[in-house]
């Protein structure tokens, strides 16, 4: 892959995350919780680092979150 379509990809993934960020803060509180929104987001494969981007919240606490996710499961 050359430089070029490296970049595009790059730019495309940003959206893609700024797309569900939207979605997610849309959804009413009640409706579903933040430990959901991250079990969502790993179900669909996408990395802790990348769901610390989407949420807005420290990857930390996301790795955390995730820990008592998979306790559960």
Same mark, same amino acid.
């Given at each position: 892959?050359?430089? #070029?379509?490296?970049? &595009?990809?790059?730019? !495309?993934?940003? %959206?893609?995350?700024? +797309?569900?960020?939207?979605?997610? $803060? ?9 430990? #959901?929104?991250?079990? &969502?987001?790993?179900? !669909?494969?996408? %990395?802790?680092?990348? +769901?610390?981007?989407?949420?807005? $919240? ?16």
């Amino acid at each position: 892959m050359d430089k #070029e379509t490296k970049e &595009l990809i790059h730019q !495309l993934m940003q %959206r893609v995350e700024l +797309i569900i960020a939207l979605m997610l $803060r849309l959804l009413p509180k009640e409706k579903m919780s933040f430990r #959901e929104q991250i079990c &969502l987001l790993n179900d !669909l494969k996408i %990395r802790p680092v990348d +769901i610390s981007k989407i949420t807005g $919240r420290s990857q930390g606490h996301v790795n955390k979150e995730l820990v008592a996710i998979r306790r559960k499961k």
